[in-house]
Every structure is written in C-alpha cells, then in structure tokens.
C-alpha cells in the first residue's frame, strides 16, 4: 500500500474524484493524500461545501483557480503548475498519484 496519493484533476470530472474520496481509500491510513482541484473560477467549482469534511477524513484540499477574482489568496493557474510550485513528495516511490483532466495534466 502507497503511503502518499497525489490526485490532480478539473472541474469537468469532478463526480468521479468525488466518490473516490468518498468511498473511503484510506487518507487517514496514508501519511499524505493531496487534492489539487481545478477550476476557472469558485462559482465553477463543485462541492465546496464537502471540502472540511474532506479535510477531516486526511485529505488536504488544494483548489486551484486558473481565472481567480482580485479577491483570491489561493493558488492560482493550472492544477500541474501549482503542484509543480508544492514540490514536497518526501517518498516519490511511496507515492500514488490519479490524474483526471486535460492531456497537458500529464504532459
């Protein structure tokens, strides 16, 4: 079993991410498990609501706006590039990763 996961995805397959957190894979068993969620903006980005109760089960949540308002503080761009800024993968070969969403995610 990996200790870390990685997940990277867009809003437009969102529902899938979402019933794999919500199946319950793990995250509190595994020492790091990140979400980086993308979307244009927050009025696109599903399931805000669910992010503490994602949060609380081991998960952090990282959502990344590729056109924010004046008003975000968060990471903004593309989802690759703002994991790319993160780089903190303390095991690369304990570490899963599940990519969902435009081919340049995994270019």
């Known amino acids: 079993q990996l200790c870390n996961l990685l997940v990277l995805f867009t809003f437009f397959v969102s529902s899938p ?3 794999l957190i919500e199946s319950g894979f793990g995250a509190d068993k ?5 979400l980086y969620y993308g979307a244009r903006n927050l009025r696109r980005m599903a399931y805000q609501d669910r992010f503490k109760e994602w949060e609380s089960s081991g998960v952090k949540v990282v959502p990344v ?9 968060g990471e903004s761009g593309y989802v690759q590039a703002a994991f790319s800024r993160a780089k903190q993968i303390h095991s690369p070969k304990g ?3 599940v990519l969902c969403g435009q081919r340049q995610m995994t270019e």
């Open 95 to 97: 570490t899963g990763a």
């Open 30 to 34: 595994r020492s790091d498990v990140r």
């Open 65 to 73: 706006l590729s056109q924010p308002d004046d008003s975000w503080t």
């Open 17 to 19: 991410i979402r019933s």
